[in-house]
């Protein structure tokens, strides 16, 4: 019965620490797409070009970038307008092991917010090798575009938009296995501005 009874005590104390450590993942993943997407924003209004923050899913061409970073990674692209092909800024970044983008969070009735849509684009990154040209490759998932003036390509007339990270794991079929269900980060993104707003 002592035995039992420390064991209890033992698995009391361990699990807020193992949640609270997930929690303070997923948190400062949500901080840093946050920052990322204002990154990219400023990068549209320095460089007076079209910029996007891309989030694929399971559908796209995976001659583009690894499988795994379904609803998993982002990365940010920016239109070379006078080669008329999108340049990839930096590396695609990945989310912690037990993050995800959510890829069909409810509407929320009470604030009237609505998901990121889910659009298709082309993109062409710029290409290393000697011959000089780059491949188009197919892109499915949401994106955020960020325009010169710093505003978004989303409707100015629809609610607030919103994307959502939440504590879970992509299960390869374009969906996610949650995890703690309670635990979830919310952007919401102003289409005119371009602002986003950590929730």
């Known amino acids: ?42 990068l549209a209004i320095a460089e007076r070009t079209r910029t996007r923050v891309l989030i694929p899913d399971k559908n796209a061409n995976s001659s583009a970038f690894s499988s795994e970073l379904a609803l998993h990674g982002y990365t940010i692209v920016s239109l070379n307008k006078v080669a008329n092909t999108w340049k990839q800024r930096g590396r695609w970044t ?25 659009r298709n684009s082309s993109i062409t990154p710029i290409d290393n090798s000697a011959s000089g040209t780059g491949a188009t490759r197919d892109f499915t998932g949401a994106y955020i575009e960020f325009r010169p003036n710093g505003s978004t390509s989303l409707d100015p007339t629809a609610p607030a938009q919103v994307l959502v990270l939440a504590d879970g794991i992509p299960d390869g079929n374009g969906g996610m296995t949650a995890k703690n269900r309670s635990l979830q980060y919310r952007i919401s993104i102003d289409p005119l501005t371009g602002s986003a707003i950590l929730k």
């Open 94 to 118: 990945r989310l912690p092991q037990s993050a995800a983008f959510h890829p069909t969070p409810p509407v929320d009735a009470a604030t009237e917010e609505a998901v990121i849509e889910t």
């Open 1 to 42: 019965m002592v035995v039992i009874g420390i064991i209890a005590i033992a698995i009391g104390l361990l699990a807020p620490a193992v949640g609270t450590g997930s929690g303070r993942a997923l948190e400062g993943a949500t901080r840093q797409f946050t920052a990322d997407l204002e990154n990219a924003r400023q």
